[in-house]
């Protein structure tokens, strides 16, 4: 939910060997599904290679395009990797895309992981118990900020709206979603998301039409990933000396035991109490004067057009 636009896939390292089970899609059903197929997953005491993951992942992320961020993240539990050739050849290649590892460890902390992360600009973690594995995997999930020197280019995607048959008995119909799903084949349902382009149904988003490749979202979507590639830049703290008598969000009168030190946004220089410097950052995400000034938006569309 707090990067819905993104495409994930799984590799699984066992026996020296590197085996994708789920493609990159934005499709949690389908992970889910792969996942859960592991159950019946023949263990082997022979060492996973990690060199061969990061090949199969690099050769995989190599067709994603340039505007995106791509990321490998390793759960790994083995202590040893057996790999063919040199792994810092292949850590080096990484770098050189531009392709960020991390990795949360299971066991013990292994030098060879800790140090790919740091070529790389990951995050390196050991798990402490099945609590701190999912704190640490949580961090994953939002986005890192856009790199400044991240090509921009313009993307197609379709905004379709839910439907619903009317009548006093609507016909039922099956998704693009369960076409291809063989143990779910009778989930027909009456409403749904038609592609504009094509008008395939859908029942969820966001997802890739499998008819035309047009990337279904929706608005909110699109709203919950930029504020994680975009976010606002920290405040500065200063000392207040009659800079401002209220703050320009809230309109709180500035008083001198609760309000010592004061925040300003350094693109439109407001003044905010630390409550709303707080709430800015994280659950607004747009600052409020740089929003509201005409001059300062002005600038920032500017800006913005001239990166594009």
Known sequence: DQNPISQMGFIVLKSKRAEKISDLTGSSRKHIKAIRGLVNLTLS???????????????????????????????????????????????????????RCSVISLSAE????????????????????????RDQLLQHIEPPPAARTQENSLIKMGFPHGRSEEGADPALTLCMCHLDNTDDSSHLSVGGYQC????????????????CGLTLVS???????????????????????????????????????????????????MFFCNDCDIFIHED???CVGCSTIPATVANLQGALGRSQ
């Open 196 to 211: 504009p382009q094509c008008l395939s149904k859908y029942c969820e988003l966001p997802i890739e039409c499998v008819t």
């Open 219 to 269: 608005a909110p979507h699109l709203a919950r990933s930029y504020h994680h590639l975009f976010p606002v830049a920290r405040f500065q703290e200063v000392e207040r000396h009659g800079q401002a008598e209220s703050c320009y969000a809230c309109q709180k009168i500035f008083s001198d035991p609760h309000d010592k030190f004061i925040y300003q946004c350094e693109t439109c220089h």
């Open 284 to 286: 607004l995400h747009t």
């Open 45 to 99: 005491s022979e060492p996973p290679s990690l060199q061969n993951g990061l090949d199969f992942a690099l050769k995989t992320l190599k067709m994603v395009p340039a505007h995106a961020s791509r990321e490998i993240l390793v759960i790994m539990g083995s202590l040893t990797t057996c790999d063919p050739t040199d792994i810092h050849a292949t850590i080096d290649a990484l770098r050189v895309e531009g392709i």
């Open 110 to 133: 292994v030098r060879i992981c800790k140090h790919m992360t740091r070529e790389t600009s990951g995050i390196y973690s050991v798990i402490l118990d099945d609590a701190h594995f």
